[in-house]
């Protein structure tokens, strides 16, 4: 049985042509149209790729540093022998063999955990607990680090990272309703160049499947997926 739409989504697919593709540009300004719930929507590209996820050399992951920001208030977790200094440059949480203790238990308060590169040896021990969430620190996406308030920084400031799933789907947060035009414009925009950049280098073929704009609450709006098809090399 095909699920009852609401109205609210009724009325967002009435505003344009929900086949149809667009540019970012023209998929911010559709979105704008829709309908507006009572709270302020999380913005997300959402991206069907090319690459066999069964491979282990055609993962898809990344970071990306949104120039505006992604509007989210994000609880950082620094994983140190050091505290204090972590607590001092603005981590959320910080700590060791006592926050180890904490997530065995249950504990997962935080959006992003970062470690030092000392800390890691530790740290391992909660990877079963970490890994499956993607909240496991991770030299790749930067969150295994020995500049502690640079990296709390960056992902304070809408640093964010990015993982293709089991089904080859990544989603990327790029900010929030309330966003100026021009600011989603801009983050999807660098967004996107660091998904192109992320294509492994064996990989051979068409990338990008499908790419898709939606709110928390909004349909998707399709994006054009040519400007995007620009290979590694050329990026």
Known sequence: MQKKQSKRHRAAAAVGDLEATYTVAQAVELLAKMPAPKFDETIEISANLGVDHKQSDQMVR????????SGKKIR????????????DAGADHAGLNDLIDKINEGWLDFDVAISTTPAMKEVRKVARVLGPRGLMPNPKSGTVSDDIPRTIKEVKAGRIEFKMDKTGNVAIVVGKRSFAAQQLVENMDAALLALVKAQPSSFKGKFINSLTVSGTMSPGVKIDTKPYATSVAAV
């Open 62 to 69: 990344g970071t990306v540093s949104l120039p505006n920001g």
């Open 76 to 87: 950082v977790l620094v994983f140190t022998d050091n505290a204090k200094a972590a607590l």
